[in-house]
C-alpha cells in the first residue's frame, strides 16, 4: 500500500513538473493541468500519512478535493478550446466553493488534535454530524456529474467549431478527453456504489475495497501526464476576422460580403480547389485557403456555409474521397497501398481515411477498391 501511495505522489509531482518547466510552447491550459496534477499528489501524499504512517496531518482534506479536481479539468478543457489568449479570470469562480470548504474545514477539522479528529472521524455517525459537514458530503458527491456534462458541453462545442477551421481533427479533436471523462465517471460510479454499501457515509471508514481504488487513480494520472503533455494548443495567433470566425461562424451579417457578392465568388473558389487542389495539403486550414484565394477567412468561410451548406471539414474532405477514388482507378495494378493513396490525397491518418472515407460513399476504402474499382 505504501509504494502504491509513493508512486502516485511521485508521479503526479512528476507530470506536473515535467510539463510546467519542460514542455516547449506552453500555453495557460498547461499550467492548470499542472496544478490539477499537485493536488492529485497531495491527495496521495495524505492517504500516505494516513494508512501508512498513521498520521492525522492531512486529515479532512480529501473531502474538499473533488470541487477543485472535477473545476481544474473544466478550467484546463476550456483553456484548450478557447481561443483567447489570456487566462479567463471569471473562471476562478469555480474555485469559490473548494475555498469556503476549507475555510470551514480549518476551523472545524484541520486546527483539531489528532484525539479530537479520531473521535470525530470514528466515533460519529452522520446523523450526529453538523447538518454542514453531511451537506458537503452531498456537495462533493454530486459535483463530478454536474461538471462532467459542462465539459462534455465543452467538447462538443469545439468539435463544431474546429470543422469550420480546420480540415483535420488529428491532435485537436481532444479525443483523449473523452476517454478520461468516462474513465473518471466509471471511476465515480464505483467509489459511490462502494461507500453507499458498505456504510461509509454513516462511519467514515476506508475499506480495502475503497483503498484500491487508488490503483485506477494512478492510471488516470498516467494518463493526463502523457496525453497533457502532448497536447499541443489548438487556436493560436488567430487574428481578429478568424477569431471572429470561430466564435461567430453562422453571424455574417457584419462580414461585409453580401449574398450576391458571395454568388459570384463561389465559382471561383471552387474552380481553383478543382484546377490548384489545395486539399492535398494535409494540414490545409480555413484561413490558409483563404490566404491562396486572396480573400478574408470569414468571407470564405461565409461562402461555404451560405452558398455551399457544408463547413469546411466536409468541404475539403469531399474533395479528398474524390482524389482518393481518382487515385483507385489509376490504381488497378496495385502498385500503390491504400494508405499511400490516402496519403497523396490529403489524408493524414489511416483511421481518419476509413472513417471519412466510409462516411461519404457508405463503404470501406477496401470495399470501394474490390467492387467498384477492380470489379
Not at 273 to 285: A, G, W
Request: a positive charge; hydrophobic letters at 45%.
Amino acid at each position: 500500500m505504501g509504494v502504491l501511495l509513493i508512486s502516485g505522489v511521485v508521479l503526479a509531482f512528476l507530470f506536473s513538473a515535467i510539463i510546467m518547466f519542460k514542455k516547449k510552447n506552453r500555453i495557460i491550459a498547461d499550467n492548470i493541468l499542472s496544478v490539477w496534477l499537485v493536488f492529485l499528489g497531495l491527495d496521495y501524499l495524505r492517504s500516505y500519512f494516513l494508512f501508512v504512517e498513521h498520521k492525522m496531518l492531512l486529515l479532512g482534506f480529501g473531502y474538499t478535493l473533488p470541487a477543485i479536481y472535477a473545476p481544474l479539468l473544466f478550467m484546463y478543457v476550456y483553456a484548450l478550446t478557447s481561443n483567447k489568449p489570456k487566462f479567463n479570470m471569471r473562471l476562478l469562480n469555480h474555485l469559490i466553493p473548494f475555498v469556503l470548504i476549507n475555510i470551514y474545514f480549518l476551523f472545524f477539522i484541520y486546527i483539531k488534535s489528532p484525539e479530537e479528529k479520531q473521535i470525530f472521524f470514528y466515533e460519529t455517525t452522520f446523523s450526529s454530524r453538523p447538518v454542514l459537514f453531511n451537506f458537503i458530503q452531498i456537495l462533493m458527491f454530486l459535483i463530478y456529474p454536474v461538471y462532467i456534462v459542462w465539459i462534455y458541453r465543452l467538447l462538443k462545442k469545439h468539435i463544431k467549431n474546429i470543422k469550420h477551421i480546420f480540415s483535420c481533427e488529428e491532435k485537436i479533436d481532444l479525443h483523449w478527453i473523452n476517454y478520461l471523462l468516462l474513465s473518471v465517471s466509471v471511476l465515480w460510479v464505483v467509489i459511490s456504489l462502494i461507500k453507499l454499501f458498505s456504510g461509509y457515509y454513516d462511519t467514515l471508514y476506508y475499506n480495502d475495497t475503497l483503498i484500491t481504488v487508488y490503483y485506477f487513480e494512478l492510471i488516470i494520472i498516467i494518463i493526463i501526464g502523457y496525453f497533457g503533455f502532448n497536447q499541443g494548443a489548438i487556436f493560436m495567433n488567430l487574428p481578429g476576422p478568424e477569431v471572429q470566425t470561430v466564435n461567430n461562424i453562422k453571424k455574417y451579417k457584419s462580414t461585409g460580403l453580401s449574398s450576391e457578392d458571395a454568388k459570384l465568388i463561389t465559382p471561383k473558389v471552387l474552380e481553383y480547389m478543382t484546377n490548384e487542389k489545395p486539399y492535398l495539403d494535409s494540414e490545409l486550414s480555413l484561413i490558409k485557403l483563404a490566404g491562396l484565394l486572396y480573400i478574408p477567412s470569414h468571407h470564405l468561410s461565409q461562402i461555404i456555409n451560405e452558398q455551399l451548406g457544408k463547413n469546411f471539414f466536409e468541404f475539403i474532405n469531399e474533395y479528398r474521397v474524390e482524389e482518393v477514388k481518382h487515385l483507385m482507378t489509376k490504381n488497378k495494378d496495385r502498385k500503390y497501398t491504400l494508405l499511400s493513396i490516402a496519403y497523396d490525397s490529403g489524408f493524414n491518418s489511416k483511421s481518419t481515411f476509413n472513417s471519412i472515407f466510409k462516411k461519404y460513399t457508405g463503404i470501406t476504402p477496401m470495399e470501394y477498391m474490390k467492387t467498384g474499382v477492380l470489379g
